[in-house]
């Protein structure tokens, strides 16, 4: 691609591809918030458990005034032997493919969905 459009090219629709998806995030964050009622910034819980009864816990933070999300799992269980444990990586791994599942067209899965998020 490189060699018949120019990297200049390249690198353009790719930074527009993360843009895209930033704004398709945030939008859906900011419709997510006025859908549940919440208030311009307001949170939403969430809790499951793992098979051996671990459980997860999650405070999303959405700021609807820029549409900005906080993915908190403190009171998460502690590490476990075996492999039901979840680094940093494989965290935003599931951050990131949730939200693109929430977002209501396609695009491609990219670091830009996570763009000014924290967890």
């Keep these: 691609m490189v060699e018949h459009y120019t990297l200049e090219v390249v690198q353009a629709y790719m930074q527009h591809i993360q843009t895209n998806a930033e704004e398709a995030v945030r939008n859906m964050l900011k419709a997510l918030s006025k859908r549940e009622g919440l208030a311009e910034v307001d949170i939403v819980n969430a809790n ?29 269980g502690p590490e476990l032997w075996g492999n039901l444990n979840a680094p940093r990586a494989v965290t935003h791994s599931a951050i990131l493919y949730s939200l693109r599942c929430l977002i209501d067209q396609e695009i491609p899965l990219n670091q830009g969905c996570l763009i000014r998020f924290k967890s």
Aim: avoid cysteine.
């Design 48 to 76: 499951d458990f793992l098979d051996d009864g671990s459980e997860i816990v999650l405070r999303l933070t959405i700021d609807r005034r820029d549409g900005s999300a906080i993915f908190d799992f403190t009171g998460t």
